[in-house]
């Protein structure tokens, strides 16, 4: 494309900003109801007490290591899909449903062995308090058991997005949530009555507690893993019938290329969130209900940055596959300009009524009080951590996972987990720490990041002709 010719397009065309929202907002949607659905668990379970919200926070950086694989080869996959419709290759469209499946299977059976093994020893390996142990232990077994469903829910979702159909991931998380809001009052409490147009409604409830939230969130897992492949089946893009299911060896090879940096890089900044939440776990239990809770309240916080991630993967790598530079530019400033403004609005809400929000989830002063100045410390850092996230969907979509890898690993370790230890371990300091090294880290890497794309290395993988990058 000529330089004429990209002079003549908007900084941020109207197009793109259609295509950006018609992708993303389902997702956004998505992840608000999920976040809903988390801020009800955390409430419900934060109702029967502090040790209750621990118990379920203590383990619950572990498991998000076990998402780490799933998330890579979900990136992977999207990046080839959506490079292979921006280059008009039908063919591997096709294909890419049958290595998912592999993927789901594999790794969904290989996490299941893996996290029912370690989950009775999980709780001391955290530092929790003793007392924690068994609700920790048990929540950590329950809620890892569907791990070949969450495979499923995950991988064939980005499948269905990469697709451009972002729609039915969408309406399946919401049900599932609906499902698990509606199990947890089942299994949680003792029962509940609720006043409605002047009639009592009175709702059972088992009483199961911690147990009875980890149940409730498996079961709706179980269901969404099943629907999501359902709709993979019906899509006819995405279909496995028909098509050969046997492995195909040079598409694997091209997935395992951009997966496999990513997914070294969720393992191993998951250990190092591992240790750093163990610091924190250290403290005691309000601390670690604090942490727990206001990590909990920050979720709604980003939900326009990772709702607007994966469609600005998804168009980069159309743009890719056309080798349209100024289209991945179009759609880099769209998504910036959407994420950064929402998440700033969304900070100073954050900073200014703190209280409220923690109030809902729990009746303890104690925790309140603390999480008040934890969600502060993080509100500064949210329209940075805005263009991190955006920055990162552009690598997903580019393939380029190396530099991120490399970034994110020295990141969270030198600053997050190095400064924690440093801090909290060595000088004595409390949880508030924890946090400032975790902003610091988010900045850190934000900086890093954008450095290396407007270095422009990737330009040259990426197949663009040489440009001045803005």
């Not at 292979?84 to 789901?104: N, T």
């Not at 299994?187 to 709702?203: C, S």
Request: charged share 10%; glycine share 8%.
């Amino acid at each position: 494309m000529s330089f004429t010719e990209n002079s003549k397009r908007p900084f941020v065309s109207g197009r793109t900003l259609r295509a950006l929202w018609v992708l993303g907002l389902p997702t956004i949607l998505e992840e608000a109801m999920h976040t809903a659905v988390s801020y009800i668990d955390t409430a419900m379970v934060g109702q029967i007490g502090a040790e209750a919200s621990a118990s379920v926070g203590l383990t619950s950086n572990v498991f998000w290591l076990l998402f780490g694989p799933l998330f890579a080869v979900s990136v992977a996959l999207l990046a080839v899909i959506s490079q292979a419709h921006g280059a008009g290759d039908l063919e591997s469209v096709r294909k890419a449903p049958a290595q998912a499946m592999w993927a789901v299977i594999v790794l969904g059976t290989v996490e299941t062995v893996f996290a029912l093994s370690i989950s009775p020893y999980l709780p001391a390996w955290m530092n929790g308090d003793p007392e924690l142990y068994a609700d920790a232990s048990a929540y950590f077994a329950i809620v890892s058991s569907p791990m070949i469903f969450r495979s499923s829910s995950i991988i064939f979702g980005y499948v269905l997005r990469a697709n451009h159909d972002s729609k039915t991931p969408m309406i399946i998380n919401v049900t599932m949530n609906v499902i698990n809001i509606v199990l947890n009052q089942l299994f949680i409490g003792n029962g509940t009555t609720f006043h409605l147009f002047g009639l009592d409604l009175y709702v059972p409830g088992m009483g199961w507690g911690v147990r009875g939230a980890a149940l409730a969130t498996t079961l709706s897992v179980v269901w969404c893993g099943c629907a999501m492949f359902y709709a993979v089946m019906k899509n006819p893009q995405t279909t496995l019938k028909g098509i050969s299911l046997r492995p195909d060896l040079p598409m694997i090879r091209r997935s395992a290329k951009i997966a496999a940096p990513l997914a070294v890089e969720r393992l191993v900044v998951s250990v190092g969130q591992v240790i750093f939440a163990a610091q924190v776990a250290g403290l005691g239990t309000i601390a670690t209900a604090s942490h727990s809770i206001s990590l909990t309240v920050e979720q709604a916080f980003y939900i326009p940055g990772y709702g607007m991630q994966a469609a600005t993967s998804t168009l980069v790598g159309n743009a890719v596959g056309k080798r349209d530079e100024e289209e991945l530019r179009q759609v880099r400033r769209a998504s910036l300009l959407t994420s950064v403004s929402l998440m700033s609005a969304m900070a100073v809400a954050l900073f200014l009524f703190p209280h409220v929000l923690l109030s809902i989830f729990t009746p303890d002063q104690r925790i309140v009080e603390l999480g008040s100045v934890l969600l502060r410390i993080v509100a500064v850092s949210e329209p940075l951590f805005a263009v991190l996230i955006v920055t990162e969907g552009v690598f997903m979509g580019l393939g380029e996972t190396k530099a991120p890898v490399i970034i994110a690993t020295l990141s969270v370790w030198i600053v997050r987990t190095g400064g924690t230890v440093l801090t909290i371990g060595l000088l004595g300091g409390g949880v508030e720490w924890a946090w400032i090294c975790m902003v610091a880290d988010n900045i850190t890497r934000c900086a890093l990041l954008n450095l290396w794309y407007f270095r422009g290395s990737w330009r040259k993988r990426a197949g663009f002709i040489s440009q001045t990058t803005t």
